[in-house]
Nanobody
């Protein structure tokens, strides 16, 4: 079992930055695929970014809407994955969820992940 706890959400003005963190406990998640998803009011939960170990290094994946603005990374010594969000826009406002899975063949799909955090609110004001 893996438990995920997100932190770092808050209120920020457009153009600002936030860094989300997701700490995994219960099992070492260093070889797990880790993803960030978000859900805005009235919308479905959507893929944001993911990081997955492959052969020799981590590979990162991003939704087109955040590419160039968001960066996913992880610190295995802390069992934590981060989402650095820069140049935030009002449309980035959502609850952000961390997800983990030992395999996650397609990291962009919600159903590939077995473990989810409780979410952290990000609000970007215009």
């Amino acid at each position: 079992q893996v438990q995920l706890v997100e932190s770092g959400g808050g209120l920020v003005q457009a153009g600002g930055s936030l860094r989300l963190a997701c700490q995994a406990t219960g099992r070492t998640a260093s070889n797990y695929a880790m993803g960030w998803f978000r859900q805005a009011p009235g919308k479905e939960r959507e893929f944001v970014a993911a990081i997955k170990w492959s052969s020799y290094s981590d590979i990162t994946y991003y939704a087109d809407s955040v590419k160039g603005r968001f960066t996913i990374s992880r610190d295995n010594s802390k069992n934590t994955v981060y989402l650095q969000m820069n140049s935030l826009k009002p449309e980035d406002t959502a609850v952000y969820y961390c997800a983990a899975d030992r395999i996650a063949n397609n990291v962009r799909l919600r159903h590939e992940y077995d473990y989810w955090g409780q979410g952290t609110q990000v609000t970007v004001s215009s």
